[in-house]
């Protein structure tokens, strides 16, 4: 056996048994789909069970094997987090960036929605996320007012957001499709998904109804938690 056979063998074996592997779960790797937090009926009645069952377990699992298939072209992109990849799409090969905005964007942006939700009618944010909210938008009933516009003002699928510019300024601001502030150089603080498939079971058209609805799931100490650390 020549050196060259040699490396053919070693290089072959390993080849072989990741394409089984494959071929049995799909790309694997290197990102994954985190369990959603809660169980799927914990935000009944204002999210349903169904939507959020479909909602994780079909939207943002497709998400994550459509990103985990773009990048397995360019094995460099795996050693990246997922916001270094959203933060520098323009260092994403150009034959996957779109896959790469669309698939990850859905999968970052889904990771963080299903972190800043709990049922929680009534609650407010607190510490010092309270008092920037107030001091930005005036109130927590202005600020609601003007995230709500916003959500509803979206044409079509996207999201709204409250995000901090990187001078650590509060804002509201929306994307479209599955796009985010993180490409922007911005930080969501939290941020509401109106595609139809957020609600469509449930509220059918009636997207008012359903972003008057989330306001009752809003998990205000992570989110105050999460601005703190944002700010700190
Ligand atoms: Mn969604």
Redesign the pocket.
Known sequence: MTRRDWIRTLTAVPAALSSVARAQTGPTGPFTLPPLPYPADALEPYIDAMTMQI?HGR??ATYVNNLNAAVAKHPTLANKSIEELMRDLNAVPEDVRTAVRNNGG?HI??SL?WEIMRKNPGGKPVGELAKAIDRKFGSFASFQDQLTKAALGVFGSGWAWLSLTPAKELIIETSPNQDNPWMKGNTPVLGI?V?E??YYLKYQNRRADYVAAWWNVIHWDFVSERYRKLTA
């Open positions: 909602h939207h943002h859905g942006n889904h929605f998904d595609w498939h957020a």
